[in-house]
């Protein structure tokens, strides 16, 4: 049994612990308020650009455009993933990985975050390009990103571009989700961060009353069209840097909220070790007192 000096030091060590995990949630709290609530703002706009896409693909003859193509087999295929510079995030990177681990090792990668660079240097992949991880992405930050694609897949280099990320649900649950980008293949409304089953209905539902609105475009349906493209690709990339932002501060909140119960569990369960091996010691030297005691009579 450990001496009651060890036990009040791991007390105190843990109780340290306690204090610093629960400083970490707190900042993890308040970033993940502002993460979320930019994560919300963009839905609507991107929606919006989905539908007014998908009307102009519905009733376009024949598109010609170099970020339009017929979904086929890919044989030089380029992965986008989106992670995390820091750890202490729970499962969330490990669950993402998991789904990167399952593309083919040919294949091109380019990341964002130390963690998804991390990954393809160990597991010896081809890294085509790294960018880094900014903490309130702006959308002509994400925009170099998704330039740099744009132009490796109209030049040739790669045939398809296909991003990882964690998609943000609720505080709770982060979805790992791999979302082909290019070439722009069927469009439909954006559906990132539906959390429940009502909540879906009711978009599709009005999905299905927007369905069949005519819209009047100026100066062609085709010009308008072809300018939207590469902004529905920049826009795209944008909005899943903010899901995957809004998913990680979540999930370091609930990590580090659960780390701080867990450590007051333990300081707990030693208090009530110490007390025991206290006692314990405090009744032999009763015992020894008491058995000094006949031995003299």
């Not at 398809?160 to 989700?177: A, C, D, G, H, M």
């Not at 909220?257 to 009763?286: F, G, M, P, S, W």
Request: charged share 25%; glycine share 4%; with cysteine.
């Amino acid at each position: 049994m450990p001496s009651t000096r060890d036990i009040r030091r791991r007390i105190k060590s843990v109780k340290n612990t306690s204090q610093i995990t629960k400083a970490m949630q707190m900042v993890a709290a308040s970033k993940m308020r502002t993460a979320q609530e930019s994560a919300y703002r963009g839905r609507p706009y991107a929606e919006g650009m989905n539908k007014v896409l998908s009307s102009l693909s519905r009733r376009a003859e024949d598109i010609k455009h170099p970020l339009w193509g017929e979904a086929t087999d890919s044989e030089k295929p380029c992965y986008l993933i989106i992670s995390t510079d820091k750890g202490l995030c729970g499962g969330l990177n490990t669950n993402l990985f998991r789904e990167v681990l399952k593309a083919p090792e040919s294949a091109q990668f380019v990341t964002i975050g130390r963690r998804g660079r991390q990954l393809i240097a160990k597991t010896g992949r081809n890294l085509l390009a790294d960018f880094p991880l900014v903490e309130k992405p702006t959308f002509q930050q994400s925009k170099s990103i998704s330039k740099f694609l744009i132009d490796k897949f109209t030049s040739g280099e790669f045939d398809s571009v296909s991003i990882f990320y964690n998609e943000f649900v609720n505080t709770l649950v982060q979805k790992p989700t791999q979302v082909p980008v290019l070439p722009i293949q069927q469009l439909s409304e954006f559906k990132a961060g539906i959390g429940n089953e009502k909540e879906a209905s009711a978009q599709e539902a009005k999905k299905d009353a927007t369905a069949d609105l005519d819209y009047i475009y100026e100066p062609s349906a085709t010009e308008v069209r072809d300018e939207l493209f590469p902004a529905y690709v920049h826009f795209q990339i944008y909005q899943m840097l903010l899901e995957a932002q809004a998913s990680e501060h979540s999930a370091r909140m609930v990590a580090m909220k659960n780390a701080t119960e867990n450590a007051k569990n333990l300081v707990d369960d030693l208090t009530l070790e110490y007390n025991k091996a206290r006692q314990t010691a405090i009744t032999n030297e009763i015992l020894e007192i008491s058995a000094a005691q006949l031995a003299m009579e």
